[in-house]
């Protein structure tokens, strides 16, 4: 149930940002939301920063970029707690002082567990607030590997061959690694099945690396991964809108490591981007289909950014989709948008609209 008083016009709308949170990807979320904020500094926004530690306390703060990229803001002596209750009647954030500041829409800018996984999404419906990301249930279900493949063998997307292993299976380890090897040729990745950023993720060419990597998978999640390597170039392609998509232009990864780990990411200045991807014409308007049709068979809504890789005769191959793809300086969610005709600001404020436009059609 939407507060109807949301959905009024003010001459400033309130929009909540939320950062940080619960999770192994606090260091991103921090980085991506400082790239935010810069996009939604504009005369018609009122921009309230809700910060989650790494403990999950909420604080409403003033902190600038600098001090959420560097971690210190949770040290700043002015910042409030504060909370969106699951209570539409609130109709915003209320702080432990009692204030409440009525909201207009949230952005939530929290990747990985205990943010894009659907709990945000969940509590945001619950407190009637509209959001920028996808509902709880696209949003629980994009996040669970394993979970996003079914739907996505239902309908018709080609991926690579896999197994799922729960941890509690390690426990008879050799039996384990035995069925692995009759299932899938080596090299393989193993992945946690709920974790981004490419967190806990190893590239497997023999049995001592297969048994390393399913240890570390398990310590990040309880459900595990298990995948053919796919040869081809790691394209990715923006997503924008809600019932008719857009799909950005595909963008292509070269990773200085020997796949796009967290430190190929974030870390490692040699790897490259090339935006548009170096494919054909044809390969291209494939891979922007394939985009659609994952986005819409997961009914995402809002912005997903969907990644492939696409074999030498040029076939697509769907890997991985993610609901609230990363905003940092090098991610590619943004600049494929850009490249797509869609700077940054125009991109917040027509992913603000769609949010406000679902809430509206939701009363």
Not at 24 to 48: G, I, P, R, W
Not at 123 to 151: E, F, R, W, Y
Not at 163 to 178: I, N, P, Q, W
Not at 220 to 236: A, C, P, S, W
């Amino acid at each position: 149930m939407i507060n109807k008083s949301i959905l009024r016009r003010r001459a400033k709308m309130n929009i909540a940002v939320l950062f940080g949170g619960k999770s192994s990807e606090y260091e991103v979320s921090c980085s991506s939301v400082c790239n935010v904020l810069h996009l939604l500094e504009d005369e018609k926004y009122t921009v309230h920063k809700i910060g989650i530690t790494r403990e999950g306390a909420w604080m409403l703060t003033r902190a600038g970029a600098e001090e959420i990229r560097s971690g210190s803001w949770e040290r700043r002596e002015d910042n409030t707690a504060a909370w969106i209750l699951p209570d539409p009647s609130v109709g915003g954030l209320r702080t432990a002082a009692g204030q409440v500041i009525p909201l207009d829409c949230a952005v939530p800018v929290l990747h990985g567990k205990n943010g894009e996984d659907g709990s945000i999404a969940a509590l945001l419906q619950l407190a009637g607030i509209p959001q920028v990301t996808t509902s709880m249930t696209s949003a629980a279900n994009s996040m669970d590997k394993a979970l996003t493949k079914l739907i996505c063998r239902e309908a018709g997307i080609l991926q690579a061959k896999w197994k799922m292993v729960y941890s509690r299976a390690l426990s008879d380890l050799d039996r384990v690694v035995e069925d692995l090897e009759q299932a899938l040729p080596y090299p393989v990745f193993v992945k946690p099945a709920s974790a981004g950023s490419s967190v806990g993720i190893s590239k497997c060419a023999c049995r001592d690396q297969l048994v390393k990597g399913l240890r570390l998978a398990a310590q990040h999640d309880f459900k595990i991964i298990v995948e053919e390597t796919v040869i081809g170039q790691e394209v990715e392609v923006a997503v924008l809108g809600d019932e008719e998509p857009f799909a950005s232009v595909p963008g292509e990864i070269v990773p200085a490591a020997e796949f796009y780990d967290y430190d190929a990411k974030y870390h490692d200045a040699a790897s490259r981007l090339f935006i548009p991807a170096r494919l054909e014409a044809h390969t291209a308007q494939r891979l922007q289909a394939a985009a659609v049709a994952v986005f819409k068979a997961m009914e995402c809504s809002g912005l997903a950014r969907v990644d492939f890789f696409v074999r030498p005769d040029g076939e697509p191959v769907f890997n991985e989709l993610n609901t609230i793809p990363g905003f940092t300086d090098i991610s590619m969610y943004p600049k494929l948008m850009e490249a797509s005709g869609i700077p940054g600001e125009a991109l917040m404020e027509r992913l603000i609209a769609l949010a406000r436009a679902r809430a509206f059609s939701e009363r």
